[in-house]
T-cell receptor, first 114, second 113 residues
């Protein structure tokens, strides 16, 4: 079955430093991978996706993610963190053989301190 | 606002009562999804529609839960005989058939007392 793991419950980073939020996945066949961000009492906002093509994908708010097929990973990155990036981040995977649903990880809290 | 909208934003109900939530998707999107999210967890898939057809239901969706999408536009999610375990955030999302990302509404937070 398809699944997503976010190994870190929380990531702390200083403002201006690079950040990485980790995600690994398990799915048969080609994966379709997504990152979403959730602010308190809000719905999920789409950040970026990997479907095919370049392993480095760029998304909203300066975020990017690197797809690594051999390591089955899709880590979220940003070169310089902002305090306003503090939020809950979810990685999600969709495998075509499992229909159209997105399967989400448990989420990682990102705290950026000034 | 052309995003996904959900109503109500908050609902407090007594155990045993029925509740109904509404979702209005982005107008050109023909796929609509319902998810449930509890504190500290990622969203869990409940069901999805393509136009008016309900194509998949999760095993999480007990007989007390029913969803409809008449005419392929807005959708409703009804929970009958609510239980305390139903307390959660209920999220609706929509997408274009030919695209892969889903866009989420702000959710309906249900508290069963």
């Amino acid at each position: 079955a398809q699944s997503v793991a976010q190994p870190e419950d929380q990531v702390n980073v200083a403002e201006g430093n690079p950040l990485t939020v980790k995600c690994t996945y398990s799915v048969s066949g080609n994966p379709y991978l997504f990152w979403y961000v959730q602010y308190p009492n809000r719905g999920l906002q789409f950040l970026l996706k990997y479907i095919t093509g370049d392993n480095l994908v760029k998304g909203s708010y300066g975020f990017e993610a690197e797809f690594n097929k051999s390591q089955t990973s899709f880590h979220l990155k940003k070169p310089s963190a902002l305090v306003s990036d503090s939020a809950l981040y979810f990685c999600a995977v969709r495998g075509l053989e499992y229909g159209n649903k997105l399967v989400f990880g448990a989420g990682t809290i990102l705290r950026v301190k000034s | 606002d052309t995003g996904v909208s959900q109503d109500p934003r908050h609902k407090i109900t007594k155990r045993g009562q029925n509740v109904t939530f509404r979702c209005d998707p982005i107008s050109e999107h023909n796929r609509l999804y319902w998810y449930r999210q509890t504190l500290g967890q990622g969203p869990e898939f409940l069901t999805y529609f393509q136009n008016e057809a309900q194509l998949e239901k999760s095993r999480l969706l007990s007989d007390r839960f029913s969803a409809e999408r008449p005419k392929g536009s807005f959708s409703t999610l009804e929970i009958q005989r609510t239980e305390q375990g139903d307390s959660a955030m209920y999220l609706c999302a929509s997408s274009l058939q030919t695209h892969y990302e889903a866009f989420f509404g702000q959710g309906t937070r249900l508290t069963v007392v």
